[in-house]
């Protein structure tokens, strides 16, 4: 599979669209922003950051200050992969966050979304 695509595809493109995806469900953006800073150790100085500054999927995780350590307990499936097979670790982590934005959309509760 090809995934240059999802390399280059800029976060700052994205982030909106988890957004009204959230906000349609009647979730928030800080509910959002929540997940991004578990999932990459971003906080909100440094996320805005990289959205003003439009980088890319890849320097975004290239960039994060850290991986959650409880990503490993992220399963399922998400776009038709299981999540816990992808072999590439740039778009695992892609579908890491698509997977718990997914999960918030569905009204999963915070606590159970950052697997406390």
């Known amino acids: 599979m090809d995934n240059t695509r ?19 469900k009647g979730r928030t953006k800080e509910e959002v922003d929540e997940i991004i800073f578990w999932l990459t150790g971003y906080n909100p100085v440094s996320l805005q950051q990289t959205i003003d500054d439009k980088i890319d999927f890849e320097h975004f995780f290239k960039q994060a200050p850290c991986l959650n350590p409880n990503v490993s ?44």
């Open 6 to 24: 999802i390399y280059r595809m800029s976060f700052a493109g994205v982030y909106p669209l988890y957004i009204q995806k959230a906000e349609r």
């Open 73 to 116: 307990k992220i399963s399922g499936v998400i776009c038709g992969y299981r999540i816990e097979d992808i072999e590439d670790p740039l778009v695992q982590k892609v579908r890491y966050l698509d997977k718990l934005i997914d999960e918030l959309a569905k009204g999963r509760s915070m606590e159970k979304i950052l697997r406390k």
